[in-house]
């Protein structure tokens, strides 16, 4: 019983659900005037759809008050046509799959 309490505990402690990987390149950005940004990318985000990341998933990975750096990050990777890595982790709002980092890599010349 002591070692199930244990393993509970571990589970809770660092959440059932993982962070997903997808990798791509940005194929379409979403902005706003409250400054909400979402993305999609070539290969869509299988990870995060096989993780079930957010229930009510509607192709979008976004953030609804990104960091500037972020965003610049975005938008250099989409007009350089980079490969990105995208970590995402549960939802943001009812629909997008939450956007916790990207990493830009440049194509070599």
């Known amino acids: ?59 979008w990975v976004g953030l609804y008050e990104p960091h500037p750096n972020l965003l610049a990050t975005i938008y250099q990777a989409h007009k350089t046509n980079a490969d990105v890595t995208v970590i995402t982790d549960g939802c943001e709002g009812a629909t997008w799959t939450k956007l916790s980092s990207i990493y830009l890599k440049t194509p070599a010349n």
């Open 1 to 59: 019983m002591k070692k199930i309490l244990i393993l509970t505990t571990l589970l809770l402690t660092f959440g059932v659900s993982a962070a997903s990987v997808d990798r791509g390149k940005i194929t379409e950005i979403y902005t706003n005037n409250a400054g909400h940004v979402g993305i999609k990318i070539s290969s869509g985000f299988v990870d995060a759809e096989q993780n079930a990341e957010c229930a009510g998933y509607n192709g």
